[in-house]
């Protein structure tokens, strides 16, 4: 019998698939469930254990990881009907979706006069850092919880990192999507006037690639970019939610952020194209013709 914590996940989304699948290779017994039951099928077939309601599975489980959409959809799992909070018994509630830090602080609040743990854990790496297990993830919470649920979180990422206490998280992620949202319109930029002036993006790429310009977004949605692949790495619906999170946050302490304002007009335009499933990459299509 394995001594190892139940973990229950909650959101088997483009990264919750490959985040789970680690901790289910790891050797934890895991616990699923998602509105789209055929999204656990694979998991299911490899161990995993579906739940038919989310209260159902909280009440299972020592460790219970949440990577849903949005924040209204983090409110209904935590507080509305069948919730999480009903049911967990001294569990760590780690949510670690891109959500707002007032609610984290809330969530938190409330698992603690309910005797659990709770910690707000956002991630970046996108779909190849889940898939590789290197994920970047930024927690807020107490150290005591964080220390107990190392091991596990460390399992799907590389780079874990407490911030602070609750919300501290997800305001991490927030400095993250603010760098993105500039970066990727530079990226798109610079391969659109390459394209405009008559170079080669591939060539472009190869010297821009090793210089001062490289990063993560160049080197990986750049190269996307140039061939036009516009799959979802990262849907731009979401990535749109966190740009208006991290601009309502900055509102609240009286900064103004010109470029991720800029960012967030451009996603808005190509929503209104029909391009919210896309990738983030997608942004490219605004600067060639």
């Known amino acids: 019998m394995s001594n190892k914590l139940k973990v229950g996940f909650i959101g088997l989304g483009i990264m919750g698939q490959s985040m789970a699948g680690h901790l289910l290779a790891a050797g934890h017994p895991l616990n699923v469930f998602n509105r789209s039951k055929a999204k656990t099928n694979d998991l299911v077939a490899k161990g995993a254990k579906w739940f038919d309601t989310i209260g159902d599975l909280a009440a299972e489980s020592d460790v219970i990881i949440t990577m849903v959409g949005y924040p209204s959809d983090v409110e209904q799992v935590y507080f509305g009907a069948g919730n999480i909070l009903d049911r967990a018994k001294n569990a760590y509630l780690i949510d670690m979706t891109t959500s707002s830090p007032s609610l984290a602080k809330r969530i938190a609040e409330e698992a603690e006069k309910r005797g659990c743990h709770s910690l707000d854990a956002p991630v970046s790496g ?12 930024m927690v807020g919470g107490k150290q005591a919880d964080f220390d107990a649920v190392l091991p596990v979180l460390k399992i799907m990422g590389t780079n874990v990192v407490l911030q602070g206490g609750p919300g501290a998280g997800q305001h991490t992620k927030m400095c993250n999507q603010i760098v993105i949202a500039g970066t990727i319109m530079g990226v798109a930029e610079g391969l659109g006037y390459a394209k405009s ?17 490289s990063g993560f977004q160049l080197l990986n949605l750049g190269a996307k970019m140039i061939v036009g692949d516009y799959a979802p790495g990262f849907y731009v619906e979401h ?5 208006g999170i991290a601009l ?13 304002a800029l960012a967030k007009k451009l996603y808005e335009e190509l929503v209104a194209k029909g391009c919210s499933r896309d990738g983030t990459q997608v942004i490219y299509t605004r600067y060639i013709k």
């Open 126 to 137: 996108g779909d190849i850092g889940a898939r590789n297990a290197k994920l970047s993830i």
């Open 197 to 213: 002036v008559g170079l080669n993006p591939e060539t472009v790429m190869e010297s821009i690639g090793g210089g001062a310009a």
């Open 239 to 243: 990535f749109l939610k966190d740009l």
């Open 248 to 260: 309502e946050e900055a509102d609240k302490v009286k900064l103004e952020l010109p470029a991720l």
